[in-house]
């Protein structure tokens, strides 16, 4: 079976062929173009990994062709050739996206580690594209990673409902993905140019929320000194995404309502109506329809939002998408981090593969960027896990309480970010001033 897919571009027909042949030695499959006019046809009609290009080309520079190269073909990593001494063209394409370089006649004993490595790393960037393309079915749902029944029902009740302008909620636990879903069904939907305006209702106070949801006038409240459009303005002609919708106040819901209803709503201390066009996607954790018996969550709200509903299944229902998802967060991560790291060795999937995640997705995430940022080398080992990974205390789910493991995990995240709040609610996705007062809440140091 084929280690992959070389291209040598060099003028030098003695050089090619003896690279083709040692490369061919090594399991891989080579093609040969001796300047980049042929290169650009072969990449036309072939998948290519990994391209040695030579710097000096008879009808083009191999530092620019690699900037070229990279803008349409992504994926494909590249190893530029330099002559002796010429550091500076090496350091150049480095700059415009090559792998790395090697220097002719001076660098024999890199060349197969190199493209090793980076057939290692292009051949991952292959899998994940192929992977959104083949499960995403179009672009609009790419991001939407997986294989399990549960996960593609729930993507093709999105692609329905996409073609509409109804209202959907979205329900699943917190990190199931639910902001993928919004973005992805504005994208599918005939408003995919216009705005997409995400708000967390959990992350703002009652007033906070209300001025930020519908904009105020110039002194309505000390501090408000001009006008200011609200996020459902900002929407407009858009969609807007409620997240946590469960967390609104009563008297909120209310107006949210009438919106629903009318398309319009007042801005604080306004007494003239705002028309909006947008469409309105929520989603929430919560049972909404226990809410609303225990009048918690406004009934009538409830009704106007659950037309038509889509439960997206947690990280521990779909396990077979575990790997397909720690697969593409390491692909965005590493070179994210400034990173070589081109794949995982079968311990750390195994571990991956029998953990319990309670955060779902957004953990799965947090774990393979601690991962990234702790390793030293090529591959992520489970030396770079957290502890409960490797030291289970027992054979089953840990009977925590909610609150316990929310604890745990934001401990777990500020322990990978080296204390770093900021970046911390970044990765939880969660505001700052709702990050401290998880914090001051559950006593973490």
């Known amino acids: 079976m084929t280690q992959g897919t070389i291209l040598i571009i060099d003028d ?32 036309e009609k072939s998948e290519v990994h990994v391209i040695l290009s030579d710097v000096k080309l008879p009808d083009a520079n191999g530092v ?21 001494g010429n550091i500076a063209d090496g350091v150049q394409a480095i700059k415009n996206g090559a792998f790395d370089y090697l220097t ?31 499960l995403g079915g179009k672009h609009d749902f790419s991001q939407v990673i997986g294989q399990s029944p549960r996960i593609l029902e729930a993507v093709n009740l999105a ?18 993905g639910k902001e993928v879903f919004a973005q992805a069904i504005h994208r599918a939907s005939a408003r995919s140019g216009q705005p997409f305006v995400a708000v ?23 501090g408000a000194v001009k006008d200011k459009k609200g996020f459902l303005e900002e929407a407009n002609n858009g969609t807007i995404f409620l997240d946590e919708i469960g967390e609104m106040a ?28 947008i469409r309105i996607l929520a989603a929430t954790n919560r049972d909404l329809e226990k809410e609303a018996e225990k009048g918690t969550f406004r009934a009538d709200l409830y ?8 439960q997206l299944p947690a990280l521990n229902e779909r396990r077979q998408d575990v790997p397909l998802l720690a697969d593409h967060f390491l692909a965005q991560l590493a070179p994210k981090n400034a990173k070589r790291i081109t794949g995982m060795t079968a311990a750390f999937r195994q571990a991956l593969e029998n953990h319990h995640w309670r955060g779902n997705i957004r953990e799965l995430r ?49 322990q990978a970010v080296n204390g770093n709040k900021t970046r911390a609610a970044e990765m939880l996705q969660i505001g700052l001033t709702t990050l401290y007062n998880k914090i001051k809440e559950y006593n973490i140091r």
């Not at 042949?21 to 290169?39: I, K, N």
């Not at 620019?64 to 002796?84: C, F, G, M, N, W």
Request: aromatic share 6%; with cysteine.
């Open 200 to 222: 967390n209702c959990s992350a703002f106070g009652k007033e906070i929320l209300e001025s930020e949801l519908f904009g105020h006038k110039a002194g309505a409240f000390t």
């Open 303 to 310: 009704y106007r939002l659950s037309a038509f509903m889509i």
């Open 12 to 43: 030098e027909a003695q050089l090619r062929k003896l690279l083709a042949r040692l490369l061919t030695l090594e399991g891989y499959t080579v093609l040969e173009a001796p300047d980049a006019r042929s290169a650009h046809k072969l990449l």
């Open 366 to 414: 947090n774990v393979i960027e601690r991962a990234v940022i702790l390793a030293d080398g090529n591959e992520l080992d489970t030396d770079v896990l957290p502890l409960e990974f490797t030291h289970p205390e027992n054979d089953g789910p840990a009977p925590l309480s909610l609150a316990d493991m929310e604890k745990k995990h934001i401990t777990r995240v500020l």
């Open 159 to 176: 692609r329905k409902v996409a073609a509409t302008d109804a209202t959907v909620l979205l329900l699943g636990e917190t990190g199931s």
């Open 250 to 277: 009563l008297d909120l819901q209310a107006k949210l309502l009438r919106v629903l209803e009318t398309r319009e709503f007042y801005k604080v201390g306004d007494s003239k109506p705002l028309k909006v066009n």
């Open 104 to 134: 002719k006649g001076d660098d024999n004993n890199r060349i197969l580690p190199l493209v090793s490595k980076a057939m290692d790393k292009a051949r991952l960037q292959f899998r994940v594209r192929s992977l959104e393309e083949k």
């Open 64 to 84: 620019e062709l690699t900037r070229q190269l990279k803008s349409s073909h992504p994926d494909t990593e590249i190893l530029v050739l330099t002559a002796y």
